[in-house]
């Protein structure tokens, strides 16, 4: 009825983010700040792509695959002299983010971590500093990270990483890696992994690791407490059919949040966080990748926000958290970014003069159509409207079991008619009048 592949995606993508020659396309929806009425959202992040052939893997390969299995080890076994061994020491400022990097990936508690050599000549290395101090031999390849933290994972998921090393006597050694801004060719999020920080210091509770910046760590305990607390609201309506337990990165470094933004620097600034579904393979290299878990990373720019503000997020994104099993690339945003908000409204209790005024403050006439549902905040409070009208008028498992249809089916009508016993056309002339008594009320 639909692809398999990939979940999370809105059909089309809400904004052209990336292609490459591959022929990948990514999507990435942005949350502009509902100003009026409580400044408070995010932005869900949405992936749609289609890998071709598999690289070969040639016997010249084996001395970089070699390097990054001892790398892996050196991580398990906590061996920081032998992490840094391939670590090019004729360069020490990449020695010294190296050994960060190693510092920051045993601060997370990992259970584990491996490094694959998957695209291993698909990149040409194109920086002339890099040609002029090492000649030609130079490879830049892809590599997948997998990676599960202790207690929080039941599976590991895939991250792309970009490392470039050179030929240096004879031996094969790092010499640079790619970080946020690396540019279109390489897969989505390259830079944005939370060892890719300045220090960091790790912190947990019950259901949530925080990862945050070391000079930070005064603001832990805080948003941990509401954090905490987001996964409690989510938990509520969603009780099962997901972990409850989240990967949290709050760090302030801002190159890391931008790593998910490369081809939309301007709405930046408008996102407050991003959940971001990940996969058993770099999407981008694997068509065969399958959904396994979400992770949320936050704009360094909300931490400083009221508490309010920050619980709405937090509630808004692990609710997405919650529901990334659940949702296909066939369920309506609408429904996506509604769901989230009518999770952090209702367990805000807003009262009926909020609602009054968010149905005030919306116009429109229709539910908003995927593609440009991000380019207003506004959707959101349409969204969340509609959802607002299905729980009251049908029941919260009504909503819930319209939401999961979609994991299955694509067709919206169908869904209306399937779950609710009525029509798309029917529901939204209630929805009208739903709008319409708020607006007086
Ligand atoms: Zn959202």
Redesign the pocket.
Known sequence: MYPSYPQYAPPPPPVPYRSSRLGLKIAL?L?VIVALLCGA????LFLAVRTGTDAAFVDGDRPLADLLSRRAAAVAGHDEAAFLADVDPGDPRLVDRQRTEYRNLLALGLSSFTLTLTRAHDYDVSDADLVRRYGGALREVGVTVRYAVAGLDTVPDAEPWIPTFALVHGRWLLVAEEGAGSGTKFPFGVGGQPWEARPVAVVKSAHVVAVVSKEDQEIAPHLLDLAERGVVNAAKVRPDGWPDKVLMTAVSDQKVFDSYFAGSADKLAQVEAV?IPRYSDVAEWDGGAKYTLSRVVFNPNTLGRGDQELQHTLT??FT?VAFGPQTSDATPVWL??GM?EYVAFGSEKASDAFVSQAANHVSGSTLPADHSFYDSADNYLLGWLACRLIAQKYGQPKLLALYDWFKDHNDEDGGFRAVLGTTRSAFLSAWRNYLRTLRAG
């Open positions: 929806g949350l959202t995010d932005s869900a959940t808004h994104e997405h996506v970014e989230a």
